[in-house]
């Protein structure tokens, strides 16, 4: 019974830290501008986002037992280079997935 109570507790104050990060910009803040250097670092939040989640995936793959193989690192390369050149996610992220299925196959 324990297990379940502290499994409740655990939700509830995850829940109420949750929201109280939120209420700290929406509520308190909401109705004032941002100071200038705070937005320009804002900018960068969400194009580090996506890196933060891929990178240990490339480097530690579950799939592999956490031994990293060329094909997730052929695809991170590609997704790189394709993004880099033509600046667009959308392409970058197809062309990835193409030389991480492509590898998967060739390798397998």
């Known amino acids: 019974m324990t297990d379940l109570s ?3 507790i655990i939700i509830f104050g995850l829940g109420i830290g949750s929201f109280f990060m939120r209420f700290l910009f929406l509520g ?17 939040t969400a194009v580090a986002i996506l ?3 891929v990178a240990p995936l490339v480097a530690w793959p579950a799939a592999t037992g956490g031994q990293p193989d060329p094909a997730r ?3 991170a390369l590609a997704t790189f280079g ?3 050149v033509t600046k667009n ?7 990835g ?4 299925f492509g590898g ?5």
């Open 6 to 8: 502290n499994l409740w």
């Open 28 to 44: 308190l803040v909401g109705d004032r501008p941002l100071p200038d250097w705070l937005l320009r670092h804002l900018r960068y």
């Open 51 to 53: 890196p933060g989640l």
């Open 73 to 75: 690192i052929a695809a």
């Open 82 to 84: 394709v993004g880099y």
């Open 89 to 95: 996610v959308l392409l970058a992220i197809l062309s």
């Open 97 to 100: 997935a193409a030389v991480l």
């Open 104 to 108: 998967l196959f060739l390798l397998s």
